[in-house]
Each structure stands twice: as structure tokens, then as C-alpha cells.
């Protein structure tokens, strides 16, 4: 598969974007006095592996989530899209109602020691999010399919 200019430009953007929000979620835990919840959330599904994935999942996830988005205007990656980001929704809310991570009785701690990481973090975290799916949807408004679906 040959991937243009604008594939890799989403794929670094989101990888980016995926690293920001983990070095945000790695200030909130706090070497271990914080919340991991955020860290959670930000690699989910691949969080559920362990702590040690919540560093270094981020850029992998949003990265992906991010090609998948630039290639929207073929089916397939949109369906991929679709899938990966609801596994992703799915998994972070499982992460945060039923497990470990979703202590939130840490994340008030965090909130009330130093409230400017987890605002900054939810505030990244739903502008990504808008300009994921703005990306999905202007891709997909404006691309021109080729008659083999491609």
C-alpha cells in the first residue's frame, strides 16, 4: 500500500497527539501518587495490558486512529476507523467503571494538588477528538472514489 504525504502527515499528527496526552496522564499519576486513570483512557484498549503500556499505547492507538481517519474516503479503512475508535470508547469506559484505574478518589487528589494536568488533558483530549472526526467527515465530503471503490 502506498501511502501519501498526507497519510504520514496524520499518522505522525495523531502519534503526536497520542504522546501529548500520555505525557499529560503521566504528570497526573504522579510517580504513583496520582491517577493512572487518564493514562487509561488515553491507550485504551491496549491499556487493559498493564501499567507498562499506558506510555508508550497513546501514540500507537491515536496514530492509527488518525491514518484511518486521512484514509476515510475508502470504505474499508472507514470501517476500520469506526471499529477501532468504538473498541476505544468501549474499552475506556470498562477501564474507567470496572476496573482498578477508574479509582477516582485519586483523580481528586490530583484535581485538588494540581488541577491544571487533568484540564489540560480533558481539554486535549475532546479537541482531538473534534478534529478526528471533522477529519473523517471532511475526508470523506471531499475525497473523489475511484471506480474500483479505492
Same mark, same amino acid.
Given at each position: ?5 498526507? +497519510? ?6 495523531? $502519534?503526536?497527539?497520542?504522546? %501529548?496526552?500520555? &505525557?499529560? !496522564? ?5 510517580? %504513583?501518587? %496520582?491517577?493512572?486513570? #487518564? %493514562? ?7 491499556? $487493559? ?6 506510555? *508508550?499505547?497513546?501514540?500507537? &492507538?491515536?496514530?492509527?486512529? !488518525? #491514518?484511518?481517519? $486521512? ?10 476507523? /469506526?471499529? !477501532? ?7 475506556? /469506559?470498562?477501564? &474507567?467503571?470496572?476496573?482498578? *484505574?477508574? =479509582? ?5 487528589? @490530583?484535581? +485538588?494538588?494540581?488541577? *491544571?494536568?487533568? @484540564?489540560?488533558?480533558? @481539554? ?6 473534534? =478534529? #478526528? ?5 471532511? @475526508?470523506? !465530503? ?9
Amino acid at each position: 500500500m502506498h501511502f501519501a504525504r498526507r +497519510e504520514v502527515t496524520a499518522f505522525s499528527a495523531g $502519534a503526536c497527539y497520542g504522546g %501529548g496526552l500520555g &505525557v499529560l !496522564a503521566w504528570i497526573c499519576a504522579g510517580a %504513583g501518587h %496520582g491517577t493512572y486513570l #487518564l %493514562g487509561a483512557v488515553t491507550s485504551a484498549p491496549f491499556s $487493559a495490558l498493564g501499567h507498562d503500556a499506558l506510555l *508508550f499505547a497513546g501514540p500507537v &492507538v491515536w496514530g492509527i486512529l !488518525a #491514518l484511518l481517519a $486521512a484514509l476515510g474516503h475508502r470504505p474499508k479503512c472507514r470501517q476500520g476507523f /469506526l471499529i !477501532a475508535a468504538a473498541v476505544h470508547y468501549a474499552s475506556a /469506559l470498562v477501564l &474507567v467503571f470496572g476496573t482498578d *484505574f477508574g =479509582a477516582l478518589k485519586y483523580l481528586q487528589r @490530583v484535581m +485538588e494538588g494540581m488541577p *491544571f494536568a487533568p @484540564v489540560a488533558w480533558a @481539554v486535549a483530549y475532546l479537541v482531538g477528538q473534534v =478534529a #478526528l472526526w471533522y477529519g473523517l467527515h471532511r @475526508v470523506r !465530503a471531499t475525497a473523489r472514489i475511484a471506480p474500483d471503490g479505492r
